[in-house]
């Protein structure tokens, strides 16, 4: 009998021993191959400058030290090589800057949240901030697609004498293509504690149909993207007055404010490029406030 030998059939059997078939049904994630990323960088003082005294990297998360200057470490760069996160990821980061450290950690760029099926990705950020250590948490951007489901939690820990600046801030959609968000999920949690004791707690939580409500003036308006700063250091009143001065020229919304041994500063835009513009210009003016230390704006952010 003639057997007909169909494309399919050849496709078939030219794939590799063990390589899965094809499924049309797949409904999760974790039929997936995922990434699990994780990156741990530890820091301290020297009488020469900033000094790296462990470094842990897996792939696809990298830390870049850029030479800046004389050689000293002053900014770091968590890299994401896979280009983006998608339902199922993981990417663990931690930063422990030490007795005398002062340093800046970023982004190489905007980080994407892409489509999920069935699971969140996961980000889980951790800074420690010891004795008269400075520290600037500075990433770029995290820019949210619809369908997108991701939960991030930051976490850090400081030690009194230490001094510190953490920054976090979301984009929902690419607002310069006209992107909406209509459905996914996003849980956005912070935990601050200063010698072991809580002293804030903050969350964002939005998931599907809460999407569609977010344009109400009592939530987020017209605004698409947002971001939260926070400050610990020495002369909090006087530098909280000097956040509330600065909020009136950004272009962006900005209010701040004072809780416990903190400030908190909430920034809103209508689209990622104002918020980014009013961000370099607070950091422009805020960290000559702060005199020698790593409070300015990253070099990576003009890359």
């Known amino acids: 009998m003639f057997n ?3 494309l399919h059939d050849k496709l078939e059997a030219a794939k590799p021993p ?11 994630d974790i039929d997936l191959q995922r990434a699990r990323g994780a990156a741990r960088v530890v820091l301290h003082g020297s009488p020469n400058g900033t000094r790296i005294v462990d470094m842990y990297q897996q792939f ?8 800046i200057g004389d050689g000293a470490v002053k900014e770091a760069v968590i890299i994401n090589s896979s280009g983006g996160i998608a339902g199922g990821d993981r ?12 340093v800046a950690v970023t982004s190489q760029a905007a980080e994407k949240i892409y489509r999920a099926l069935d699971r969140p990705a996961r980000i889980a950020t951790r800074l420690e901030a010891h004795k008269t250590a400075k520290l600037a948490w500075l990433p770029q951007e995290t820019i949210v697609f619809d369908r997108a489901r991701i939960r991030r939690q930051t976490e850090i820990d400081l030690c009194s004498g230490a001094e510190l600046i953490a920054l976090e801030w979301l984009v929902l959609g690419r607002t310069a293509h006209g992107e909406k968000i209509v459905s996914g999920q996003i849980a956005d949690t912070w935990r601050v504690r200063r010698d072991g004791r809580l002293i804030w707690a903050d969350g964002l939580y939005v998931s599907d149909e809460g999407f569609a409500q977010l344009h109400r003036k009592a939530l987020l308006s017209n605004y698409q993207a947002i971001g939260t700063l926070i400050y610990f250091g020495p002369a909090l009143e006087a530098r909280l007055g000097f956040l509330r001065d600065i909020a009136l020229s950004l272009e962006c919304l900005c209010a701040a404010t004072s809780v416990g041994a903190l400030i908190i500063v909430r920034l809103a835009a209508v689209a990622g490029i104002a918020l980014k513009r009013g961000l370099r210009s607070l950091l422009e003016k805020f960290g000559p406030e702060l005199g020698p230390g790593p409070f300015q704006v990253p070099k990576m952010w003009s890359c």
Do not use: C, Q
Request: aromatic residues 2%; hydrophobic residues 40%; without cysteine.
């Open 60 to 67: 696809p998360t990298r830390v870049m030290l850029p030479k």
């Open 4 to 6: 007909a030998i169909t």
């Open 18 to 28: 063990g390589l899965p078939r094809y499924r049309r049904d797949t409904t999760s």
């Open 91 to 102: 990417l663990d980061i931690e930063v422990i800057a030490l007795d005398g450290a002062s």
